[in-house]
């Protein structure tokens, strides 16, 4: 089965500070995968998506995500967050084999202090 | 395009009552999904339609019913609600192709149950 891991649950920064949040994810098969965003009071928005091909993926609104297939991780980067990234992130990954199934980790709270 | 759309936006039950929640999606997508977010869970998912005419149990079945009504609606149908379904429940859908594929939240139902 697969699994997807968040380890920050919370995150607290102040504008202009880098980030980046964890993801791992188990599954022993091939992988896509996802981060996804939710602002206050929306549904969730695509950032990036991971299919194939150069392992460092470009996103939305300067997010950028890298894929270590020997370490399991697709963490998620931004240089200088700003006061409008706060929101939750999840990390999701869907298995090629069962295309059907997406597994989303538990979610990231980040807050951007001005 | 609308996109994937929810209805009713908010909703407050008493135990045992029914009710069911609508989705439509307007992208000629063949897969459509129902899950729920609670906090510190992330998403779960509750039931999904890899097809018009197929419907799955996803993690968290137990208390619901789904329907797919044609390839554009899939409704979710609490029979006997309980205070343990408050929750927030998204819909999504994809196009359902097994590489490159990438799913579409709608707004969400906000529910709760007392």
């Known amino acids: 089965a697969q699994s997807v891991s968040q380890h920050n649950h919370h995150v607290i920064l102040s504008e202009a500070a880098s980030l980046e949040l964890g993801c791992n994810y188990s599954y022993g098969g091939t992988v896509n995968l996802f981060w996804y965003v939710q602002y206050p009071g929306q549904h969730l928005q695509l950032l990036l998506k991971?299919?194939?091909?150069?392992?460092l993926v470009k996103g939305i609104k300067g997010f950028e995500a890298e894929f270590i297939k020997s370490k399991f991780s697709f963490n998620l980067r931004k240089p200088s967050v700003q006061w409008s990234d706060t929101a939750e992130y999840f990390c999701?990954?869907?298995?090629?084999?069962?295309?059907?199934?997406?597994?989303f980790g538990t979610g990231t709270k980040l807050q951007v202090i001005p | 395009n609308a996109g994937v759309t929810q209805t009713p936006k908010f909703q407050v039950l008493k135990t045992g009552q029914s009710m069911t929640l609508q989705c439509a999606q307007d992208m000629n997508h063949n897969s459509m999904y129902w899950y729920r977010q609670d906090p510190g869970m992330g998403l779960r998912l509750i039931y999904y339609s890899a097809s018009e005419g197929t419907t799955d149990k996803g993690e968290v079945p137990n208390g619901y019913n789904v329907s797919r009504l044609n390839k554009r609606e899939f409704s979710l149908r609490l029979e006997s609600a309980a205070p343990s379904q408050t929750s927030v429940y998204f819909c999504?859908?994809?196009?359902?192709?097994?590489?490159?594929?990438?799913?579409?939240f709608g707004p969400g139902t906000r529910l709760t149950v007392l």
């Open positions: 999504a859908s994809k196009k359902g192709e097994i590489l490159y594929d990438t799913q579409y």
């Open positions: 991971y299919f194939s091909g150069d392992p």
């Open positions: 999701a990954v869907m298995n090629s084999g069962g295309y059907q199934k997406v597994t």
